[in-house]
Each structure stands twice: as structure tokens, then as C-alpha cells.
């Protein structure tokens, strides 16, 4: 059939991606407390407040390098009416979840963003606060085992440390 091998490659990089940014967010949820700023709840001013405050604080600590804002789409939800620019007639932007600019900080949305029963953890950072390596190390081509077609199974091995926690503003947000 037709772009079936390619919807299949397309999905299998989709899991593999979200497998690792939600290491990643994992990972921003342990930033030490003092880099954490609180939203009361999740409204728009209590959210816009949360993120001017951690902005404030990242400028405090001489952040001088692009950044990113990542949110939840319930955070995205009340917050897109603040944002700056907004990148619905950017196509490339969306493929890679930037959803906007604020305050010269690409904001981007994603699903993957650690929580916990009463918060969730969105962040403010910079691209030199994490070390990311990964790759996938093995891909073999094998006949599924309860059905007549092949399948292709890969070890994706991957690691990564947050190198400079002062480069990272952790944003605790209301879960309701």
C-alpha cells in the first residue's frame, strides 16, 4: 500500500521522540527549589505572572541566550492570548511544537512535560542548560511472531544531565 512504510517510519520517530523529551522534563522536574517559581492557578494572569516572574529570574542570573518556554496545552490554553507572535502561518515552527513567541522566548507546547497529582512542570530555559546524547544502536528486520509480516525493532539508547541548573526556571503550574 502506498505510504504505508512511511506512515509507519513516521510514527515510530513520534514515539521515539516523545519517549525522550519526556526523560528530558523528568529530569527539569528535579531542578533544584530555588529555581522554581509558582503559579497560584491556572488562569491567565496567575500563568502570565508565573512566567514573568521566572523570566525575572533567569535575567537575574544573567541568562543571555536563546530560550524556549515549555507548557502543557492546559497551560498553552490560557496562555496563548499573551503571546506575542503567533506561529499559526508558520508550518515549520508547529512541526517543531513552538506554538508562539513571548518576551523573545519561543514558547512551545508539548504533552510530554512531567506532573505530578497537583502540578504540572512547565520550564523557562536555555539550549546550554541539558546535555542530550542518544542513538539507536541496533535495527533488525524480523517475521512477527503471532502474524504473517515482517516487523523492525531498534534499541534506542540515549542519556541526559542538566548541566547548568541556573539556565533553567521551573514553573510549577495548578493542575485544575
Request: aromatic residues 6%; charged residues 30%; hydrophobic residues 40%.
Amino acid at each position: 500500500v502506498k505510504g504505508l512504510p512511511e506512515e509507519y517510519q513516521r510514527k515510530a520517530v513520534h514515539g521515539l521522540a516523545v519517549a525522550r523529551d519526556t526523560y528530558v522534563a523528568n529530569l527539569i522536574k528535579g531542578v533544584k527549589a530555588e529555581n522554581h517559581t509558582t503559579a497560584t492557578n491556572l488562569t491567565q494572569d496567575a500563568v502570565k505572572q508565573a512566567i514573568d516572574g521566572a523570566i525575572v529570574s533567569l535575567r537575574e542570573r544573567n541568562f543571555d541566550e536563546e530560550g524556549v518556554i515549555e507548557i502543557t496545552p492546559a497551560v498553552y490554553n490560557v496562555f496563548k492570548n499573551c503571546l506575542i507572535t503567533l506561529s499559526t502561518d508558520n508550518p515549520e515552527y508547529i512541526k517543531k511544537g513552538i506554538v508562539g513567541v513571548y518576551d523573545d522566548f519561543k514558547v512551545i507546547m508539548s504533552n510530554n512535560m512531567a506532573k505530578d497529582s497537583s502540578h504540572a512542570y512547565c520550564d523557562i530555559r536555555g539550549k546550554k542548560a541539558i546535555a542530550f546524547a542518544g542513538q539507536i544502536n541496533k535495527v533488525e528486520a524480523l517475521r512477527a511472531e503471532k502474524r504473517f509480516k515482517d516487523i523492525i525493532r531498534g534499541l534506542d539508547t540515549f542519556g541526559a544531565k542538566v548541566i547548568d541548573e541556573a539556565r533553567i526556571q521551573v514553573i510549577k503550574i495548578p493542575l485544575a
